[in-house]
């Protein structure tokens, strides 16, 4: 729990204290609210993996160790303490990217599936915006799903800020890159483009130093 007055922590303290309840008090709210907007992306990204044939546990456990640096990345740049967040943080942070009950991992699984099925097949310019912009895609496909998924609506957030700092937040910003990029590839476009115009796709120039262009390369696609 946190808040900034003590008046708060003592009630909240006196509600749940009991002999099958840990709590703990903090007085950072700003780091509590910065941490728990930027797990959620991680978990959709996790849930995403977790769809995805060949992405296992390990994978997934990678997800969630560069989220968390990133997330003490963001807390130091803007000067909050990272203690607090160490402890509360990436109990929550796994919390997120693990449960069953997870609502942005779920959403993330069920964003894969979707499209694997072909249940929810999207048309050309979807997929076209789906490649070249994922954040605003799953926020627009996301605004018109009933369960709420706040991770859909930060991500974008967190990529502008990052960019607009010039912070170097490579997994924020390219994970569902590289994640709906290669699934894209191999499943999406393939049914409106022949190799031979694949080859002339215009990719992101952030893109173009990764190692997503290794994997485009043993697919026969050629940097523009």
Same mark, same amino acid.
């Given at each position: 729990m946190a808040s900034s007055g003590t008046q708060s922590i003592e009630i909240f303290e006196t509600l749940f204290c009991g002999s099958r309840n840990h709590t703990k008090t903090y007085e950072d709210? /700003? =780091?509590l609210e910065? *941490? =728990?907007a930027?797990?959620?992306? /991680?978990?959709i990204a996790c849930g995403i993996a977790s769809g995805i044939p060949e992405c296992g546990s390990n994978f997934e456990g990678e997800l969630i160790s560069l989220g968390y640096s990133e997330i003490i990345t963001l807390l130091k740049a803007l &000067?909050?303490?990272i203690q607090p967040v160490q402890e509360y943080g990436l109990a929550d942070l796994i919390a997120s990217c693990t449960s069953r009950y997870s609502r942005n991992k779920a959403y993330g699984h069920r964003f894969v599936?979707?499209?694997? *099925? =072909? &249940?929810d097949r999207p048309n050309l310019i979807e997929r076209i915006e789906l490649f070249f912009n994922p954040a605003e895609f799953i926020q627009k496909e996301v605004s018109q799903s &009933? *369960?709420?998924v706040e991770g859909a609506f930060a991500l974008a957030s967190i990529i502008s800020l990052a960019e607009e700092k010039k912070w170097k937040f490579h997994f924020m910003i390219h994970s569902f890159k590289y994640l709906l990029e290669e699934f894209l590839q191999r499943n999406s476009f393939v049914s409106y483009l022949s190799p031979r115009r694949m080859?002339? /796709?215009i990719f992101p120039k952030s893109l173009q130093n990764v190692p997503v262009w290794e994997w485009?390369? &043993?697919?026969n696609f050629k940097k523009p």
């Open positions: 709210l /700003i =780091g910065v *941490s =728990g930027m797990k959620n992306p /991680i978990a &000067e909050i303490p599936h979707k499209l694997i *099925s =072909g &249940e &009933e *369960s709420h080859k002339f /796709i485009l390369r &043993e697919k």
